[in-house]
């Protein structure tokens, strides 16, 4: 394998990285996609409300962020998918777009082309929704988007008691208004999960023209001069080098940066300081880094034993303003069949909850290298809560998902508040959303379209600004993260990356 040529070196097979290989190889390309995880043969994968099991385990990037000063300097855990799949293969498949105004802003922000009116031809043709209305919906993509999956009982309580606590249902909020509370939308085929992989990649890893490396890890980008000519990776047998006529990064929005940092591409005062040569100065790279965060509402159910769900662990979310002046929703609230506790906590196995979050935050953060080998880790600080209209945010958010807890719709289970506990007044959260705030896993922005001063690649071609035969295409590029889960417009940015790429060589 070593020193082959093939036309495109594609790093990372996760949402991203599938979908551009699939329509690479449609287009009669020839291909490399690297992951440096397995093969998706761990049984936990199939069972989406088995996702859990997964944190921690060999599939798991298993990240934690620096301490985090406005969390009580705990250090969060970030899951990141490292296996076919990427993070697909791990997380709860909920089909998110977000909000019209979402890729507006990043429009009025310098990314010409990125509004809603332009992206929504892509979601359309990703999705197979047998429900919705056409104009907005697709029907006939190659990812199934399914809200006709088994439900759990408690979940249909959940629904009903958002709506008894005052919160419109909205039938379908992938329509470009999210605001309500709804089913959620998930990647699920015969109550399994099915994500970019099997959707886009798998139906034709078998074709001439595509080779799949699995248990390799991208160390860093070939450059010469102002081109990239290819990709330096290390797996099992040692370091080999792949070269392609283009490269492009889909391994997300912590290992694309870290890639090019390692190659040298970024802040050049910061590489110098560590011992890294310079190959092209760009300063954006790493910086804007934000992400969604949740904060637990937690009850025990003592009248009734909750059933095991059947296909999804949340299945019921909200999309709300944390306060009415909001133009809109900034959080997503998301109901869950099990106690999700997070590491400091403890507490009875028959609970349920139901998470507070924010989807629309103001706090930023970084990603950075800490030494110039190989294996000397990444630097994770998200900023999380260093801004106190997210803590305004999520505690209103917090507050509400009480509220939910308290209807009627739920009282035949028993709810008994485990977390923040009946002792803990609503003028009194903020202390324990510090204790509780854990990431969404939606990390974004460190390689961010644009026309500023940080903005790393092209809103009109995705290629790395002053560099050739390199582009990102992956939730990093994203200047502003949509208020709602990332995958979706994750792989909508492949699909339009792919027909970018295409417009170019063809």
Known sequence: MAGQNFDFIVVGAGSSGNVIARRLIDAGKTVAIIEAGPYDTNPDITKVYDLGKLWHSEQDWDYRTL????????????????VM?????????????????????????????????????????????????????????????????????????????????????????????????GRIQANVRDGNRFNTWHAYLKPVADHDNLTIITDAKVQRVIVDGDTVKGVEIRGEGGIDKLYAQETILCAGALNSPEILLRSGIGPADELEALGVTVTHDLPGVGKNLHDHILSPVIFEATEKQIPASPVLPAEVHVFTKSAPDKAVPDTQPLYFSVPMYNEDMEGPANAFTLMGGLVRPASRGELTLTGPEDDDPIALDVGVLSVQSDMDAL?????????????????????????????????????????????????????????????????????????QGLRVADA???????????????????????????????
């Open 85 to 181: 799949g990427g993070s697909h293969a791990l997380n709860a498949t909920i089909w998110v777009r977000g909000a019209k105004e979402d890729y507006d802003t990043w429009a009025y922000l310098g990314c010409d082309g990125w509004s809603w009116d332009e992206v929504l031809p892509a979601f359309k043709a990703i999705e197979n929704y047998p429900d919705g209305d056409p104009e907005t919906r697709g029907h006939d993509g190659l990812l199934d988007v399914r809200s006709d999956y088994e439900t759990n009982p408690l979940q249909d309580a959940m629904l009903e008691a958002g709506q008894q606590a005052g919160i419109p249902l909205n039938e379908d909020y992938n329509s470009g208004n999210p605001e309500g509370i």
């Open 395 to 467: 505690v209103a958010s917090v507050k509400e998902s009480r509220e939910v807890g308290r209807q009627e719709a739920l009282a035949e289970w028993g709810p008994v508040e485990i977390y923040p506990g009946a002792d803990v007044s609503d003028d009194d959260l903020e202390d324990y959303v510090r204790s509780s705030v854990v990431t969404y896993h939606h990390q974004v922005g460190t390689c961010k379209m644009g026309t500023d001063a940080l903005a790393v690649v092209s809103p009109h071609t995705l290629r790395v600004y002053g560099l």
């Open 67 to 82: 301490p985090q000063t406005h969390a009580n300097n705990r250090e969060l855990h970030i899951p990141r998918g490292k």
């Open 476 to 506: 990093s590029i994203m200047p502003l993260v949509p208020s709602g889960n990332t995958n979706a417009p994750t792989i909508m940015i492949a699909e339009r990356a792919a027909k970018f790429i295409l417009d170019d060589v063809n």
